[in-house]
């Protein structure tokens, strides 16, 4: 009978190498619109140190009844065209960005 493969921890996700998890992704542009904001991250791919892949996240920002600021992915019905328009932002400036001839750009 074979022995069952078990998954090592090796970085943040299984089977990394280490030093994976040294590498962080790191925001290269940001749009915001009010409370409404989205991010585009430079992410290093684990498995390829030459290459590179962008994601883009976004929140909203709000004060709680303390006053304390926050952050949520929540969206209320009036926040919606708002993040429409930073996401349309983020996505002009990464297609934009790849036509000009970035070649490590997905």
């Known amino acids: 009978m074979q022995a069952m493969h078990q998954p090592q921890e090796h970085g943040t996700l299984t089977g990394l190498p280490a030093e ?4 962080k ?3 290269i542009k ?35 009844k303390q006053g304390k600021w926050r ?3 929540s969206l209320r019905a009036t926040d919606l065209p708002k993040a429409v328009i930073v996401l ?14 970035n070649p490590s750009a997905q």
């Open 71 to 73: 952050s949520s992915n």
């Open 30 to 64: 940001r749009f915001q619109a009010g409370a409404i904001t989205a991010t585009v991250w430079e992410n290093a791919d684990p498995f390829n140190p030459y290459k590179a892949y962008r994601t883009v996240s976004f929140d909203r920002t709000f004060q709680d």
């Open 20 to 23: 994976s998890k040294e590498k």
């Open 25 to 27: 992704s790191t925001p």
């Open 88 to 101: 349309k932002k983020a996505y002009e400036f990464l297609v934009l960005r790849d036509w000009a001839g």
